[in-house]
């Protein structure tokens, strides 16, 4: 079966309690990235929704890491952590304009991630999905965003980010709905049940679902069993896959992405 490319990855690459677990022991704290990039294929960087960084930090982080491997960025929380989206259209302009593109080939989509308590109002998420650039300074942009409150769950909201053609997150959770309606020319899925009692987060049956899962949506379908709202799926074509080990039993993050990559074969 024909399929794109499957990233899978961890949230951030510094973490004190990975010292040791995932990272040698007395591994250099400078070289982590160097390390992470290594064992796993995509990063999802936390750290640009709390602060901007410098073009030259996100050169330094395309040069460090390996020919294939892809960053994530969690866009800025003055973008999505306000009343009116609307009115987010200079905080975005200031979130991409900071330098992203110096990562070229290695930058991957821009994570959109709203509140627990943001509710679905229509016009104005449209108004904001509107605002999203396809591109800066001649680099295409993909766009996710995670949505995280039940008013979500409507076929108005599927419908128009398929229309805008922005991904919505698949978040395995057990705290917030889940939507797998593919949207975008991409898939983005965040694994956020980890669980301490699993060397890997996921037991092997779950990680043996999700290599599957994967595979289906890098060959362009949607999986069986998964929660969808649209009446039609999407069209079948292959889609640039993302799976993200990123929340609940942290430590187990890495340990849970190189299973999953090692049951791919990638």
């Known amino acids: 079966m024909t399929h794109a490319p499957i990233r899978v990855g961890i949230g951030g690459w510094t973490y004190e309690p990975w010292r040791g677990s995932f990272y040698p022991g007395k591994w250099p704290i400078k070289r982590e990235l160097e390390y992470a990039s290594r064992h796993v294929t995509a990063i999802e960087v936390n750290g640009t929704f709390y602060?901007?960084?410098k073009p030259a930090t996100f050169a330094g982080w395309a040069k460090t890491a390996p020919d294939g491997f892809v960053f994530a960025l969690k866009a800025?929380?003055?973008c999505t952590n306000r009343k009116v989206l609307a009115d987010a259209g200079e905080s975005v302009a200031k979130f991409v304009g900071q330098g992203i593109?110096?990562?070229?080939?290695?930058l991957g989509p821009i994570l959109w991630q709203f509140m627990a308590t943001k509710k679905f109002e229509a016009e104005d998420f449209a108004a904001f999905l509107a605002?999203?650039?396809?591109?800066q300074d001649g680099i295409a942009l993909r766009h996710a965003v995670q949505v995280r409150h039940e008013?979500?769950?409507a076929p108005e909201f599927?419908?128009?980010?398929?229309k805008a053609g922005v991904a919505i997150v698949y978040a395995d959770s057990r705290d917030y709905p889940a939507i797998a309606d593919v949207t975008g020319d991409f898939v983005y899925a965040r694994l956020e049940d980890a669980r301490e009692d699993e060397p890997a987060g996921y037991a092997p049956a779950a990680l043996d679902r999700w290599a599957e899962e994967a595979r289906t949506w890098a060959a362009?379908?949607?999986?069986d069993g998964l929660p969808c709202l649209?009446?039609?799926?999407?069209?079948m074509l292959p889609r640039e896959t993302f799976v993200f080990f990123i929340n609940g039993f942290k430590e187990r993050a890495p340990h849970g992405a190189m299973a999953l990559i090692e049951r791919l074969g990638a």
Do not use: I, N
Request: charged content about 20%; proline content about 9%; aromatic content about 8%.
């Open 51 to 53: 602060s901007g960084f």
């Open 76 to 78: 800025s929380r003055f």
């Open 101 to 106: 593109v110096e990562l070229g080939d290695k």
């Open 131 to 135: 605002l999203l650039p396809p591109e």
């Open 151 to 153: 008013s979500f769950a």
């Open 158 to 162: 599927v419908a128009m980010c398929r």
């Open 220 to 223: 362009g379908g949607q999986p």
């Open 230 to 235: 649209a009446s039609e799926a999407a069209t």
